[in-house]
């Protein structure tokens, strides 16, 4: 969607960090933006930053783990400027530490505001983008975590949230593409944000000690993180370019390369089974 001026845009977890970034910089492309977050008050100050600065935008309460909350996103947005045209499904909550650190609630949790909130959105937006015949581009954010395993916080819900995210966008946007939908999925690096601190937004009965470690080992890593803007403008020309798969920082690649290779090694194994079709089945396409 080369040209943004006049499109719609609802960012999900667009008060802060990266969901913040990605307003701004869909403001300053021309769009009109609903910054849509559990923390209404800091979405009516991006709102009222956007407003100020020229643009077109409105802040929603929306918890993004409740279907009824996203429901009254897209009214707020219908009724408000008429169409949507872009989603940003950015909201997201971090959990560190190894399985044995997670509890039940720390699981439940990454995958209802990671995952399952993505897929409630899309639900709930894609029938009424669909009918308007107006452009449109789905965006996910997911992580540097759901392509390669990076070092730092060895987090394994986290992880499983994020890969998951990577599928889901990749089938939606095959699934999609003869209805012109565009869909990418955003894999950031280290962003410097409030993501660490994730905790403030939770019933604080259900942390376990992942909670802490994520604290403890995240926050002080963030000096050396991406201004989250940055971020954003790379989200955002992602959109403009169609580009499946957005990766914010070089050294991604390096995370990547060390997956794909153990996958290509295990391809190599495979092949040198010679096994015969009775043994290996078809496969299919
Ligand atoms: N910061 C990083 O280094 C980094 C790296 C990779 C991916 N990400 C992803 O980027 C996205 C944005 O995170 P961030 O780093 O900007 O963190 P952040 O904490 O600064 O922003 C997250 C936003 O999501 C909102 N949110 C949380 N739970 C919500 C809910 N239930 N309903 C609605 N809104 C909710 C928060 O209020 C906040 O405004 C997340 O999906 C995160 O996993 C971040």
Known sequence: MQDLKDKVAVVTGGASGIGRGICRALAEDGARVVVADIEVGRAEDVAKELQESGAEAIAAACDV???ASIAAVVDKA?????????LCNNAGVHVSGRARHMTEGDWDWLMN?????????????LPRMLE????????????EHGVGLPD???????????????????????????YNLEVSVLCPGLVRTDIYDSARNRD???????????????EPAMADGMHPDTAGR????????????????PYIRE??????????AALDKADARNLTVEQSGRHYR
């Open 255 to 264: 995370f990547v390369d060390r997956r794909y290779q153990q996958v290509s």
């Open 234 to 249: 790379i989200a955002v020309d992602g959109i403009r370019d169609n580009d499946p798969f957005i990766l914010t920082h």
């Open 65 to 67: 783990t409740d279907p």
């Open 78 to 86: 219908y009724d408000t400027f008429g169409k949507v045209n872009i």
């Open 152 to 178: 730092l916080g060895r987090a394994v819900g986290y992880t499983a949230s994020k890969h998951a995210v990577v599928g889901f966008s990749e089938v939606l946007r095959a699934e999609n593409a003869k």
């Open 204 to 218: 604080e009965a259900s942390y376990g000690e992942g909670q802490r470690i994520a604290k403890e080992v995240g």
């Open 132 to 143: 308007s015949g107006e452009p449109m581009h789905i965006q996910n954010t997911a992580s």
């Open 113 to 125: 505001v990671n995952l399952k909130s993505i897929f409630t959105a899309v639900r709930t937006f």
